[in-house]
């Protein structure tokens, strides 16, 4: 079985930075796409990032574009989100996901979804 572990939220200032990790168990992380994901309160989920398996190509939500970087580690399973200059409106619960499917713009057919890690920012 999958399971996907988020960590590195917290509570920052507008314009700090944070990195969020997300451990894969299993044997075929490197064959995953992986995203990030967000939900404010009383808001939809969306997406926020993703990259492909080889961690060649990347996607992002204009929302962070120039902001926010995703990158893999696929020797240690684990896929980061590095945040910089934090906005207010990023606070929400992170979630990573993980899906078989080829293809980064896609948005939907992600498999597997860890519990998520909450990310604050005070202005």
């Known amino acids: 079985q999958v399971q996907l572990v988020e960590s590195g939220g917290g509570l920052v200032q507008a314009g700090d930075s944070l990195r969020l990790s997300c451990v894969v168990s299993?044997?075929?992380?490197?064959?995953?796409?992986m995203g990030w994901f967000r939900q404010a309160p009383g808001k939809e989920r969306e997406f926020v990032a993703a990259i492909s398996y080889g961690g060649f190509s990347t996607y992002y939500a204009d929302s962070v574009k120039g902001r926010f970087t995703i990158n893999r580690d696929n020797a240690k399973n684990t896929v980061y989100l590095q945040m910089n200059t934090l906005k207010p409106e990023d606070t929400a619960v992170y979630s990573c996901?993980?899906?078989?499917?080829?293809?980064?713009?896609?948005?939907?057919?992600?498999?597997?979804w860890g519990q998520g890690t909450q990310v604050t920012v005070s202005s």
């Open positions: 299993g044997r075929t992380f490197s064959s995953y796409t």
């Open positions: 996901a993980a899906k078989r499917q080829i293809g980064v713009t896609n948005l939907d057919g992600y498999d597997y």
